[in-house]
């Protein structure tokens, strides 16, 4: 019964594997992170556009690295939420005026 009282002290937060992941875990916190400023900023204003396009790019781009190389269930689960919302972000940016919208006349 002493076994079931042991805690699991190995590997990280989104290492099933019992291994360490840190490339992996910092293109997932990326990924998170742009995701969801392109998101909010997109649907806030209209005027934030270069912002939300943009960090959708970078967290499209981060993201699909990040799924290349990825290695367990939950960091591939937490690159999809992340670039589900970079994508979203990234669309509506672009349907506010794009990349450059406004800076290339």
């Not at 360490?20 to 998101?39: E, K, N």
């Not at 967290?59 to 960091?75: C, H, K, M, N, P």
């Amino acid at each position: 019964m002493a076994q079931a009282l042991r805690p699991n002290t190995a590997g990280g937060l989104f290492a099933t594997d019992g291994k360490p992941h840190p490339l992996q875990d910092t293109l997932l916190a990326v990924t998170l992170v742009l995701g969801i400023t392109s998101f909010v900023t997109a649907l806030v204003d209209d005027d934030l556009h270069l912002l939300s396009s943009w960090t959708g790019l970078v967290g499209i781009l981060t993201g699909a690295y990040g799924q290349w190389i990825s290695e367990t269930t939950r960091e591939r689960f937490g690159l999809i939420l992340g670039l589900g919302a970079s994508a979203v972000g990234f669309f509506l940016g672009m349907a506010h005026g794009g990349l450059f919208g406004g800076l290339i006349d």
